[in-house]
């Protein structure tokens, strides 16, 4: 595993415990990472969906979001509930 991938999966796990605990709608340095990447994403791809986004963030190798969310040992609908809110509101805040 490179260590691009291996900082995605614990991004992601981090993203996913701070949103399910969390009332706090600040933003921490992990947030502000995924957010700002989905700004760099769009502006470069206006038309990049969220699945391609989430496949760019993390580094993945594989051509749809099913085959790596099944090669980490996850589904597609967790990476999406992860990082639906992030790349809405880096669509929005351009």
């Not at 415990?17 to 700002?36: G, H, I």
């Not at 700004?39 to 760019?56: G, P, R, S, Y």
Request: include cysteine; charged fraction near 30%; charge should be positive.
């Amino acid at each position: 595993m490179n260590k691009f991938v291996g900082s995605g999966l614990v991004l992601t796990g981090i993203l996913a415990t701070y949103m399910f605990y969390s009332n706090n709608k600040s933003r921490d340095p992990a947030e502000k990472l995924v957010l700002s990447e989905f700004k760099k994403m769009i502006q470069l791809d206006k038309n990049i969906t969220l699945e391609k986004a989430i496949l760019n963030f993390e580094f993945a190798e594989e051509a749809n979001l099913d085959e790596f969310a099944k090669k980490k040992g996850r589904s597609k609908e967790c990476y999406i509930s992860t990082y639906k809110e992030f790349f809405l509101e880096a669509q929005n805040n351009l």
